[in-house]
């Protein structure tokens, strides 16, 4: 599964922004995605995640509420939809590609990795 996210980009903080991550390879339906980022100095951290199986959808406690995750198995993506973004949110977003659907917060439950699109909240 080769992933490329995008969307990333400046914006002030209270504002929104819409990440999306297209995938390509192997059947797309099949597998849990999950979105992640890491700020400068920081280790990478887990963000919000959606079910192959079921399409139910975790997030964490930092952006709960201000978080959405999607996808679209037609159109082979998930997007990330970030409203009231702060400034602590800045950060390199990345999207992965799970064959489980358990534990999605943990870093080591993915097999696939994309390339991660830049998110900078300015104060």
Same mark, same amino acid.
């Given at each position: 599964?080769? #992933? +490329?996210?995008?969307?990333?980009? #400046?914006? +002030?903080?209270?504002?929104?922004?819409? #990440?999306?991550?297209?995938? $390509?390879?192997?059947?797309?339906?099949? @597998?849990?995605?999950? !979105?992640?980022? %890491?700020?400068?100095?920081?280790?990478?951290?887990?963000?919000?995640?959606?079910? !192959? $199986?079921?399409?139910?959808?975790?997030?964490?406690?930092?952006?709960?509420?201000?978080?959405?995750?999607?996808?679209?198995?037609?159109?082979?993506?998930?997007? #990330?939809?970030?409203?009231?973004?702060?400034?602590?949110?800045?950060?390199? @977003?990345?999207?992965?590609?799970?064959?489980?659907?358990?534990?999605? @917060?943990?870093?080591? +439950?993915?097999?696939? !990795?994309? %390339?991660?699109? +830049?998110?900078?909240?300015?104060?």
């Amino acid at each position: 599964v080769q #992933l +490329q996210a995008s969307g990333g980009g #400046l914006v +002030q903080a209270g504002g929104s922004l819409r #990440l999306s991550c297209a995938a $390509s390879g192997r059947t797309f339906s099949m @597998y849990s995605m999950g !979105w992640f980022r %890491q700020a400068p100095g920081k280790e990478r951290e887990f963000v919000a995640a959606i079910t !192959w $199986s079921d399409d139910s959808t975790y997030t964490a406690d930092s952006v709960k509420g201000r978080a959405t995750i999607a996808r679209d198995n037609a159109k082979n993506t998930v997007s #990330l939809q970030m409203n009231s973004l702060k400034p602590e949110d800045t950060a390199v @977003y990345y999207c992965a590609a799970a064959s489980s659907d358990s534990r999605l @917060y943990r870093l080591d +439950q993915y097999d696939y !990795w994309g %390339q991660g699109t +830049q998110v900078t909240v300015s104060s």
